[in-house]
């Protein structure tokens, strides 16, 4: 699975942190929404398309939050 982007809402904390991520296998695109950081909780979506999880992030990221798009490190 390759990650192609991550946004997060600058925020600290369990309580306050979130992340979004843009996971892709194959033909399948992923979309993880977490709260809660590292140990936090994750709802997963799986999409068919590229552009249908794009439209979800978009979902996702609309709100009061100030996200932003995070560098995705290269594979090794």
């Known amino acids: 699975?390759?990650?192609?982007?991550?946004?997060?809402?600058?925020?600290?904390?369990?309580?306050?942190?979130?992340?979004?991520?843009?996971?892709?296998?194959?033909?399948?695109?992923?979309?993880?929404?977490?709260?809660?950081?590292?140990?936090?909780?994750?709802?997963f979506f799986e999409f068919d398309s590229e552009d249908a999880a794009i439209d979800m992030v978009r979902a996702l990221l609309n709100g009061p939050d100030d996200w932003r798009e995070l560098s995705v490190r290269p594979p090794r």
């Open 1 to 43: 699975m390759e990650q192609r982007k991550h946004w997060w809402n600058g925020k600290w904390g369990r309580l306050a942190r979130k992340d979004v991520y843009l996971r892709t296998n194959g033909d399948q695109w992923y979309v993880e929404q977490r709260a809660g950081g590292s140990d936090g909780t994750s709802h």
